[in-house]
Antibody
Framework: EVQLLESGGGLVQPGGSLRLSCAASGFTYSDYAMTWVRQAPGKGLEWVSGITGGGAGTYYADAVKGRFTISRDNSKNTLYLRMNSLRAEDTAVYFC??????????????WGQGTLVTVSS | EIVLTQSPGTLSLSPGERATLSCRASQSVSSNYLAWYQQKPGQAPRLLIYAASNTATGIPDRFSASGSGTDFTLTISRLEPEDFAVYYCQQYVSSPKTFGQGTKVEIK
């Protein structure tokens, strides 16, 4: 059974940093691309960042480019999102999601339950 | 960036009725790399459809989808109580891999 468990969310001040983690199990992790999607309170889904199975390809939304870094440790079956220079508008539930294959064009076939990030003073 | 516009914003229907949801792209979605997801309150999204018209594993056959280029449609043939939720389309061919703003299907 595929399982994705996010952690690392919490309350952070504007300008601060946070690192989210997503622990994956139930599939051969390195064979699949992974993605972060966020959802601000009461709002729709927003694609944030994606990474290919081997980690060579990374992609970002313009809203986070230069501030967020996606990475993965295939030896630990874990996805990360390093978030710097956080702003109030980054407040959201952050979901990690599994791609359907390892490459650049994955649809998202499994999702975690999300971790809440609140940016406020 | 490909902008996806979903309509209507809210669809008020009764159980047993047919639901038709639209997703229009600002430019052609090549290879029909378009997916549909369902999200219920407090839950993670769930994949319904990929490649514009392919039903994901375990999805009931009352869900179907069609379309190509810039116009895509999700149809729920007969609404069950558990189908009342928010539905999102997403294109996954071009970064950023944008979502539509969602269509809420509510009980009339």
């Amino acid at each position: 059974e595929v399982q994705l468990l996010e952690s690392g969310g919490g309350l952070v001040q504007p300008g601060g940093s946070l690192r989210l983690s997503c622990a994956a199990s139930g599939f051969t992790y390195s064979d699949y691309a992974m993605t972060w999607v966020r959802q601000a309170p009461g709002k729709g889904l927003e694609w944030v960042s994606g990474i290919t199975g081997g980690g060579a390809g990374t992609y970002y939304a313009d809203a986070v480019k230069g501030r967020f870094t996606i990475s993965r440790d295939n030896s630990k079956n874990t996805l990360y999102l390093r978030m710097n220079s956080l702003r109030a508008e980054d407040t959201a539930v952050y979901f990690c999601a599994k791609g359907h294959y390892s490459g650049n064009y994955p649809y998202l076939d499994y999702w975690g339950q999300g971790t809440l990030v609140t940016v406020s003073s | 960036e490909i902008v996806l516009t979903q309509s209507p914003g809210t669809l008020s229907l009764s159980p047993g009725e047919r639901a038709t949801l639209s997703c229009r792209a600002s430019q052609s979605v090549s290879s029909n790399y378009l997916a549909w997801y369902q999200q219920k309150p407090g839950q993670a999204p769930r994949l319904l459809i990929y490649a514009a018209s392919n039903t994901a594993t375990g999805i009931p056959d009352r869900f179907s989808a069609s379309g190509s280029g810039t116009d895509f449609t999700l149809t729920i043939s007969r609404l069950e109580p558990e189908d009342f939720a928010v539905y999102y389309c997403q294109q996954y061919v071009s970064s950023p891999k944008t979502f539509g703003q969602g269509t809420k299907v509510e009980i009339k």
